[in-house]
């Protein structure tokens, strides 16, 4: 094409355009002058699961992360801490299939797997928050979430209010710990109130209650229940977790939370749920967290390892994207890993 032909019929055509968005993009100092959503490493939380005994060992269906030993994790955290600055860790305690019971007793062991790496971490690194999952799956013969009543034809039902009598015990026994944010995932009605009942009468009012409140039973929790051996042994979750076709069901459960005490909401999963974040956004003046799950690390990493994506820059786009929706944490298998890239990107 002529060139001058080209520029003719720009300047025709184009005299009456004032608005050239791409003004904004031309350079990498304008650009950053102008970005409205960024990712810092104080917005990750990073989940970790702990074990009995010495051994720390990777987990293959969830690369890069471990299930640690009590010593490990403390170490790990010091590490975490330390070097790559990051500030809060959510524990998963992994019980091996003896210590599992109908109702998930092992839950409230004060000398259990979760109570003893929360002493363990305060003690290595009294800074890092710890948060821990309150509900019974790890701990459930049933693989379920809360206590089963199974009845005469082998159907089961989770029973909603012996739950959240669980649930205290549970939540209790990670405050005495020393646990600063407990984190109910269990999606129980009444769940909320009632642990922020009995943290005041403990005298435990400092300790946080950051609710799983929009919680989709969701297929992308296939290699957590792996890395656990928490997948339900019976039934699916489908009476207690969220129809993933719901939408204004989340803001109900948020009213509730809300009322109940939370002092932090979560829409689960994460990448595939933006619209639930930016709804409850919209609604509430909580902070908002947002768990991106083990089953979109691990698409994430598989398609990485195959080659047919960059893992940095479609972890980062992800991790931001959720920002953009409005979260103000974010729960995610890379943080590790991303606070690196931060770190690099910022020359430290
Ligand atoms: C269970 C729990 C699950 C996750 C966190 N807590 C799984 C489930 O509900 O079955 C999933 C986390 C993930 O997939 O990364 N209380």
């Not at 001058?4 to 791409?22: D, E, H, L, S, Y």
């Not at 070097?83 to 109908?102: M, N, R, Y």
């Not at 999606?187 to 005298?203: H, K, N, P, V």
């Not at 719901?246 to 803001?251: H, M, Q, S, Y």
Request: glycine letters at 10%.
């Amino acid at each position: 094409m002529d060139p001058v032909g080209m520029n003719r019929f720009a300047a025709k055509t184009m005299q009456g355009i004032k608005q050239r968005p791409r003004r904004n993009r031309k350079s990498t100092g304008v650009r950053a002058m102008v970005r409205e959503t960024y990712l810092g490493v104080e917005h990750l939380v990073y989940p970790m699961f702990v074990q009995e005994g010495e051994e720390d060992e990777p987990i293959e269906i969830l690369p890069g992360c471990m299930r640690w030993s009590v010593t490990g994790i403390a170490k790990e955290c010091r590490r975490l801490y330390g070097e790559l600055g990051i500030s809060c860790v959510d524990l998963f305690g992994v019980v091996p299939e003896e210590k599992k019971s109908a109702d998930g007793a092992e839950a409230w062991n004060e000398r259990g797997v979760v109570p003893q790496a929360i002493r363990a971490i305060k003690q290595a690194v009294p800074q890092m928050v710890v948060m821990t999952d309150v509900a019974l799956d790890p701990y459930s013969s049933f693989g379920q979430d809360g206590i089963v009543h199974e009845g005469e034809d082998g159907e089961i039902k989770v029973l909603n209010d012996e739950t959240v009598e669980a649930l205290v015990k549970q939540g209790l026994c990670h405050a005495r710990a020393g646990a600063d944010i407990l984190s109910p995932s269990d999606m129980m009605d009444g769940r909320i109130g009632a642990l922020r009942a009995a943290l005041d009468e403990a005298g435990l009012t400092e300790v946080s209650l950051l609710s799983y409140t929009a919680k989709y039973a969701s297929a992308f929790y296939g290699p957590f229940r792996g890395a656990l051996g928490s997948a339900p042994k019976k039934g699916d979750k489908k009476t207690y977790q969220m129809d993933p076709g719901n939408a204004r069901e989340a803001l109900r459960e948020a009213e509730l939370d809300i009322a109940e005490g939370a002092d932090m909401l979560m829409v689960k999963p994460g990448g595939y749920y933006l619209d639930i974040v930016a709804k409850m956004r919209e609604h509430t003046h909580l902070p908002i967290a947002v768990y991106q799950v083990s089953g979109e690390y691990a698409m994430i990493k598989a398609a990485a390892a195959s080659g047919w994506v960059d893992e940095r820059a479609v972890t980062m786009e992800t991790l931001l994207s959720i920002r953009r929706a409005g979260a103000d944490v974010i729960l995610t298998y890379a943080a590790p890993q991303v606070a690196r890239w931060l770190r690099e990107e910022r020359g430290i």
